[in-house]
């Protein structure tokens, strides 16, 4: 897949599943504006990283997405920096657990904002670009959560059920103008943070961390493997490809065999 000359806008990027898609993206030879938070010199090794492995043009924008304005900002950068957006990627997410009778009403309204308002802020600010030049994937990393429910995450599940409804209305509306928009939807994934729950499980527990990452993916995946950030960004990328050129409106699962049960 070659990606060269075209811009990639990859939201929630500085760690994790976000930054597996941007490499995977700068690797296919997109520009990359990346978007998160973490600590300014974090953030810089990776640009600088991206940058020097794959000869591309890699900028940062710190904007906060938990507002429409901040998300409108964000686009508005990286047009300033590129030029355009041909790529939009909406990753960006926060979790927090509990159940529904004592989810503080603060944690609601964060992820809403977060993992679902963003995306429709993202798309409405980006896709007229993409319309006028007559190209441009939106991307937006649901869940198996997206698909079924797991108990004491409400506001996460209902996000990402949202996401995929507004992944089908997108698809609808943009069927005929060389943008398609879909969604991944991943079961577990083997991202840094996950790594230190399982180690902390595994000292906790006195067990080995292989022991931890079969009991934890077992609790859902009939395959009883991880996926890793670097094969979500590979699934991101087909989906620029000529190959998926009629796939719109789509959640595609990467989860084990997670929701065929």
């Known amino acids: 897949m070659n990606l060269a000359g075209k811009v990639a806008l990859v939201t929630g990027s500085t760690s994790g599943i976000g930054l597996g898609i941007a490499r995977a993206m700068a690797e296919a030879g997109a520009g990359i504006m990346l978007n998160g938070f973490g600590k300014p010199e974090d953030i810089e090794k990776e640009r600088a990283g991206i940058e020097a492995d794959f000869g591309v043009k890699v900028a940062y924008s710190g904007a906060d997405l938990s507002t429409g ?58 896709a007229p670009g993409m319309k006028a030049r007559g190209w441009g994937r939106i991307i937006n990393i649901a869940s198996a959560h997206g698909l079924v429910a797991s108990g004491q995450k409400s506001a996460y599940v209902a996000a990402k059920h949202g996401i995929l409804g507004l992944t089908k209305v997108a698809g609808i509306e943009l069927a005929n103008t060389g943008v398609t928009c879909n969604a991944i939807c991943p079961g577990w994934v083997l991202t840094p943070l996950v790594e230190k729950q399982l180690q902390d499980r595994a000292a906790k527990n006195g067990t080995s961390f292989e022991e931890e990452k079969d009991a934890l993916v077992s609790e859902k995946q009939p395959m009883k493997q991880f996926s890793t950030p670097a094969q979500i960004g590979a699934l991101a990328v087909f989906l620029c490809s000529d190959g998926a050129m009629t796939i719109t409106g789509a959640p595609l699962s990467i989860d084990g065999g997670w929701v065929a049960q």
């Not at 790529?87 to 964060?110: C, H, R, S, T, Y």
Request: aromatic share 8%.
């Open 69 to 126: 304005s901040g998300v409108r900002q964000m686009v508005a950068e990286a047009e300033a920096a590129f030029g355009r957006v041909d790529i939009l990627v909406n990753n960006a997410g926060i979790q927090f657990v509990a159940d529904i009778v004592d989810f503080p009403e603060d944690k609601w309204d964060a992820i809403i904002a977060i993992n679902l308002s963003s995306a429709f802020h993202g798309i409405k600010a980006a």
